[in-house]
């Protein structure tokens, strides 16, 4: 239950804090302290971002401690992965920035921790295998099954999927 608050109380203040058009790196910033200072147990929350400009198809990735994001372009899958610290444990905290270039028709698939507990090879596969007149629905839901059967660790851990494609409008 903690972790599940940590993580709520992280999700609203940095998406208040974009809102209110503070930049990404002083909104980590901001949370970081915000997990640091918070009584009882341990605080920690990863933080997983992909920001896609819809004019010209840049996203920017910017990770701190998340699980790796998928990306499908010109049908071959591949990840971003990062090895920095979530927030909350240490007092200062960055997030890892990458760059990538999609065009219309590439698909960013973004997964929590939980859905990788039993490797990420699995995932670029289905990713690779999926065709998108089934939907996007389908291949978040074909992941999110796959993930907990998979599961050999006998942990409760959360398994979230979000996928998105880029078209032209």
Known sequence: AGAAVDSSMTVSLISKLIDANVAYDPAL???????LVKTG???????DIA?????????????AGAAPTFIRR???TGYVDSTSLPAGILSSVEFEKSSLKLSAGDLIVMVSDGATASGVDWIRHTIDRFQVSDGLQSLCDDITTTARLK???CRDDDITVIAGMLRKR
């Open 51 to 63: 920001a896609v400009d819809l004019y010209n198809g840049q996203v920017d990735f910017y990770k």
């Open 151 to 153: 599961r050999s660790d």
């Open 74 to 76: 010109n049908q071959r």
């Open 29 to 35: 910033k901001i949370v970081n302290s915000a997990l």
């Open 41 to 47: 147990e341990e605080s920690l929350a990863t933080i």
